[in-house]
């Protein structure tokens, strides 16, 4: 069990040399311990948000010459007393520092545990809290935008926006609850499935938003597939603009994963260039094949390329039969049209082909974009909120099927009070999201994921 009134100090920055280091002391012995190692002004007397010039010392020995930030309760962050004491970044003065502040009464803090204050000191929700690590995490511009958003609050306001109705909803229903004998409903039955439905249909928005969530956040793992020699690893280097794989006119020359990310339009697209797909009795190159399957299956996206000269139709058909039993998003892409003019005519009776010729560097902004719209992109530019995180996934589906439980009890005509079970349910649900709803077990799993110092 923590303890959440005591006073904490870790260092903020990262661990290493750097030319100053912050550490961090909250709560509300923050100050005072703070003061009696910092030769200065006295800290306990100046106001908030001021800074201060001193020296660090152990009993007169001087330690560090630093710079001290107040921030008096409840303007912090954590919403307690904070003092943050940049110091010259060498960890042996960090540690030093650090131990005087322990020895002055304050304790190490856990990971994520000032965030966690702020939490519980209703600076943030749980939503904004979890958007705080997706900040410090953040290395595309588009995982930017979404972890900027959510921790301003823009998607916690969403969810509070439909627990809200749903309140307004279920507080109906509990009238006629209080009012079982007389047998009334307050609540008109269409209106309410209506409500209900429209509700149901914003969570189930927010649900689908995180197929596109996620790869915002985590990258879009992209494997680019078809038979040897169709210019697969060509592809590679003109999307990477550099020459990382080999490339020859040899069948079979790539064996293992070749791999790099590069972002587009703020999206990071991990492309994995693969051993060519072919019947081999070569020991090497079928292994490779075989890692080619498996890599395959995780991808999030699929190229598959091939040479438009050398493929038939039939071919073609076998090929995209066999992605498709994957259910995995793809990409059919054909090369080499520097090569032909002709040959593409033959594939006039497939949808959606997109044709480059990789080694000259034709086709492949259309490619790009076609790679944006098969992650669904365009819905996240027009601003709409988008889930990116597992644990509101998660949240959001179980408040879509107590949605559901609802709409079949008022379908069914159920009694009031199982409609009212229900609505809990949701609501229960919904709160879990922003941490209206929490307990011991939810917080450990969330802010033990953080980094310590934040
Ligand atoms: N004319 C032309 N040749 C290309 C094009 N793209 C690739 N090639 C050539 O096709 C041959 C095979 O290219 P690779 O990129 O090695 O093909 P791969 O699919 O990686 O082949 P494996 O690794 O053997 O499976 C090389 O000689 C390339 O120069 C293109 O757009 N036009
Ligand atoms: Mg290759």
Partial sequence: MLIHNDTIVALATANGVGAIAVIRISGPEAIAIASTVFKGKNLIDVPTHTVHFGLIHRNGEPIDEVVATIFKSPKSYTGDDIVEISCHGSSFIVKKIM????????????????????????????????????????????????????????????????????????????????????????????????????????????????????????????????????????????????????????????????????????????????????????????????????????????????????????????????????????????????????????????DGIIYISAAHNAGLEALRTKLLEAINYASFKTGNTIVTNMRHFESLSNTTTSLHKVLLAIEQKTASDFLAQDIRQALYFLGEITGEITNDDLLGNIFSKFCIGK
């Fill in 99 to 350: 131990q005087l502040l322990i020895a002055g009464g304050a304790r190490y803090a856990r990971a994520g545990e000032f965030t966690l204050r702020a939490f519980l000191n209703g600076k943030i929700d749980l939503a904004q809290a979890e958007a705080v690590a997706d900040m410090i995490a953040v290395d595309s511009e588009a995982s930017h935008i979404a972890a900027i958003a959510q921790m301003r609050g823009g998607f916690s306001q969403d969810i509070i926006n439909l627990r809200q109705e749903l309140l307004n909803f279920a507080s109906l229903i509990e009238l006629e609850l209080d009012f079982s004998e007389e047998d009334v409903e307050f609540a008109d039955r269409k209106k309410l499935t209506d409500l209900v439905t429209s509700i149901k249909r914003s969570v189930d928005a927010l649900i689908k938003s995180f197929d596109l969530g996620n790869v915002i956040k985590n990258g879009v793992p992209t494997v680019i597939v078809g038979k040897p020699n169709a210019g697969k690893s060509t592809l590679l280097n003109a999307l990477l603009k550099e020459d990382k794989a080999m490339v020859s006119e040899i069948a079979g020359t790539t064996r293992d994963f070749i791999e790099d990310e590069i972002s587009i339009e703020g999206v990071n697209f991990r492309f994995v260039d693969t051993a060519g797909l072919r019947e081999t009795i070569d020991k090497l190159e079928h292994m490779g094949i075989e890692r080619t399957r498996q890599k395959m299956k995780q991808a999030s996206l699929i190229i598959y390329l091939f040479d438009v000269n050398t493929t038939s139709e039939n071919e073609l058909i076998e090929a995209i039969d066999e992605i498709k039993l994957l259910s995995i998003p793809y990409l059919i892409v054909g090369n080499k049209i520097d090569t032909t003019s002709k040959k593409i005519h033959a594939f006039r009776n497939f």
